[in-house]
């Protein structure tokens, strides 16, 4: 239940650059700071929550890692090398993949073609000679086929790949679209709400699955299921109003009076609402 029970995260070595990391990080909407001057540092094979209440500032958070917010103030790097306006089409070839709130599957794809999309870092040929039909593009289609086949293996969804994705349930298309953020090998894997929508069976799944990820990737996992992210986080940065206001391991952050508050005032603040949510 505790990080006690896992190994912990390779260093890379003692003053070693971390995988990835944000910087006195900004963003603004308007007159709303949405991330004021957030730092987080991701280090190799680390499991790394993101937490808070609504509103705290978690996907504006992993959009900015992932290129798809541009911060109006602050830095990234990646194991020490600063990106600098990192755009989301980058991302392979940085190493990076995210998951979606939800699935975001393309309708009109098979499971298996979803997947597919997702391994352009691995594609040689280019998109010229996959028009034109060149055996090399025929062989590279047929390897990419494979590596998604054993994607789809990974999460435990080999038997839907040639089934479209309103054919199938929830938890299976949350699946599929997870095969397809691991189809391209990402060194550093980003897990918007990954749980949301699950039953607890799917749930303890996704945590062996999540543990046996950070063997050979870093996964920073923005979530509200607060089992699954003690149960599988090395360690948890937590935001209130678009600031850190804890850093630690899931005891720490358990512990953390300040943690406690941020979230019995977003209870009692529901409570005003008269809201059951
Ligand atoms: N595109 C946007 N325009 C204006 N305000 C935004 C935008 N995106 C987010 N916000 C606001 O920024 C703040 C942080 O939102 P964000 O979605 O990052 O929080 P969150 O912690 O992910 O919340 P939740 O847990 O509810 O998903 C919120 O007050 C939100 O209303």
Same mark, same amino acid.
């Given at each position: 239940?505790?990080?006690? %029970? +896992?190994?912990?995260?390779?260093?890379? &070595?003692?003053? $070693?650059?971390?995988?990835? $990391?944000?910087?006195?990080?900004?963003?603004?909407?308007?007159?709303?700071? /949405?991330?004021? /001057? *957030?730092?987080?540092?991701?280090?190799?094979?680390?499991? +790394?929550?993101?937490?808070?209440?609504?509103?705290?500032?978690?996907?504006?958070?992993?959009?900015?890692?992932?290129?798809?917010?541009?911060?109006?103030?602050?830095?990234?790097?990646?194991?020490?090398?600063?990106?600098?306006?990192?755009?989301?089409?980058?991302?392979?070839?940085?190493?990076?993949?995210?998951?979606?709130?939800?699935?975001?599957?393309?309708? &009109?794809?098979?499971?298996?073609?979803?997947?597919?999309?997702?391994?352009?870092? +691995?594609?040689?040929?280019?998109?010229?000679?996959?028009?034109?039909?060149?055996?090399?593009?025929? /062989?590279?289609?047929? $390897? @990419?086929?494979?590596?998604?086949?054993?994607? @789809?293996?990974?999460?435990?969804?080999?038997?839907?790949?040639?089934?479209?994705?309103?054919?199938?349930? #929830?938890?299976?298309?949350?699946?599929?679209?997870?095969?397809?953020?691991?189809?391209?090998?990402?060194?550093?894997?980003?897990?918007?709400?990954?749980?949301?929508?699950?039953?607890?069976?799917?749930?303890?799944?996704?945590?062996?699955?999540?543990?046996?990820?950070?063997?050979?990737?870093?996964?920073?996992? *923005?979530? +509200?299921?607060?089992?699954?992210?003690?149960?599988?986080?090395?360690?948890?940065?937590?935001?209130?109003?678009?600031?850190?206001?804890? %850093?630690?391991?899931?005891?720490? %952050?358990?512990?953390?009076?300040? *943690?406690?508050?941020? #979230?019995?005032?977003?209870?009692?603040?529901?409570?005003?609402? &008269?809201?059951?949510?």
């Amino acid at each position: 239940m505790t990080s006690a %029970v +896992h190994q912990p995260p390779a260093a890379g &070595g003692p003053g $070693a650059a971390p995988a990835f $990391a944000v910087e006195d990080v900004t963003v603004r909407f308007g007159g709303l700071t /949405a991330l004021d /001057a *957030v730092s987080l540092e991701l280090g190799a094979r680390e499991v +790394h929550g993101v937490i808070g209440p609504n509103g705290a500032g978690k996907t504006t958070l992993l959009n900015v890692c992932c290129g798809f917010q541009r911060p109006d103030s602050g830095t990234l790097s990646r194991a020490g090398r600063p990106l600098a306006a990192l755009a989301p089409h980058q991302l392979v070839d940085l190493g990076i993949a995210r998951t979606l709130q939800g699935v975001g599957l393309f309708r &009109g794809l098979t499971a298996l073609e979803n997947v597919m999309v997702g391994a352009d870092r +691995h594609r040689r040929a280019g998109f010229l000679a996959a028009l034109l039909g060149l055996p090399r593009a025929e /062989a590279d289609r047929r $390897a @990419l086929a494979e590596r998604a086949r054993s994607a @789809l293996a990974e999460v435990g969804a080999a038997d839907v790949a040639d089934r479209l994705p309103a054919a199938l349930p #929830y938890p299976v298309r949350k699946r599929v679209a997870l095969a397809r953020a691991l189809v391209a090998e990402p060194e550093i894997l980003f897990l918007d709400e990954p749980a949301g929508g699950l039953g607890s069976d799917d749930i303890d799944e996704l945590a062996g699955l999540i543990r046996r990820l950070a063997e050979r990737a870093t996964v920073v996992l *923005v979530e +509200h299921h607060m089992d699954l992210v003690m149960a599988v986080c090395d360690r948890i940065t937590v935001l209130d109003f678009g600031r850190v206001i804890a %850093v630690g391991d899931p005891a720490a %952050v358990q512990d953390d009076p300040a *943690v406690a508050a941020a #979230y019995l005032g977003e209870e009692s603040a529901r409570g005003d609402e &008269g809201g059951t949510a």
